[in-house]
T-cell receptor, first 116, second 113 residues
């Protein structure tokens, strides 16, 4: 069964440290996305990618970098983590290039990040 | 610009009650309207999608309808169960957005047993 997996599932980091969140998809989708979810804000798009080697800024990219080394893998990098980046992070994949009706995204289980 | 608004942050119902969640949207093009459900500890998963052509979708006892006149779309269920406790998101998909979704803020549904 096609799936989106994320690692780690839980992470505790220190302020100023580097954090890398990883995502792998077996859907063979071109597009991948990183969101964060905070109470009262719903899902906010951080970075996305249209394929290997491409990354695009989403709505809240500040403080985050992304890397898409292959079709299957998409990473979110926090070079200097801050307590304000404490959140739940979701990765998703999709084939929205086929048009709006096909814009369904498939989500991973999430990573809970705490920055102390 | 394009946007979607989901004002009901939390809804508390009893079992067998009727559920109605509303979202309004703004766009100058033809949207596909999606409903996602997120159970505790999981990622969101697609529940239903509706286009301006078909006006209605049905899945797992839920029904999604679309009203072009008020640019709103609704999620409803005739009789909720405790297992329906979750967060429900509406989302907007646009042809030119190349797969990006515009999400509402989410509605947390709690069911009293």
């Amino acid at each position: 069964e096609a799936a989106v997996t994320q690692s780690p599932r839980n992470k505790v980091a220190v302020t100023g440290g580097k954090v890398t969140l990883s995502c792998n998809q077996t859907n063979n989708h071109n597009n991948m996305y990183w969101y964060r979810q905070d109470t009262g804000h719903g899902l906010r798009l951080i970075h996305y990618s249209y394929g290997a080697g491409s990354t695009e800024k989403g709505d809240i990219p500040d403080g985050y970098k992304a890397s898409r080394p292959s079709q299957e893998n998409f990473s979110l990098i926090l070079e200097l983590a801050t307590p304000s980046q404490t959140s739940v992070y979701f990765c998703a994949s999709g084939d929205g290039g086929l048009g709006g009706y096909y814009a369904e995204q498939f989500f991973g289980p999430g990573t809970r990040l705490t920055v102390l | 610009g394009d946007s979607v608004t989901q004002k009901q942050g939390q809804v508390t119902l009893s079992e067998d009650d009727f559920l109605f969640i509303n979202c309004t949207y703004s766009t100058t093009t033809y949207p596909t309207l999606l409903w996602y459900v997120q159970y505790l500890g999981q990622g969101p998963q697609l529940l239903l999608k509706v286009t301006t052509a078909n006006n209605k979708g049905i899945s797992r006892g839920f029904e999604a309808t679309y009203d072009k006149g008020t640019t709103s779309f609704h999620l409803q269920k005739a009789s909720v169960q405790e297992s329906d406790s979750a967060v429900y998101f509406c989302a907007l998909a646009l042809n030119y957005n190349q797969g990006k979704l515009i999400f509402g803020q989410g509605t947390k549904l709690s069911i009293k047993p």
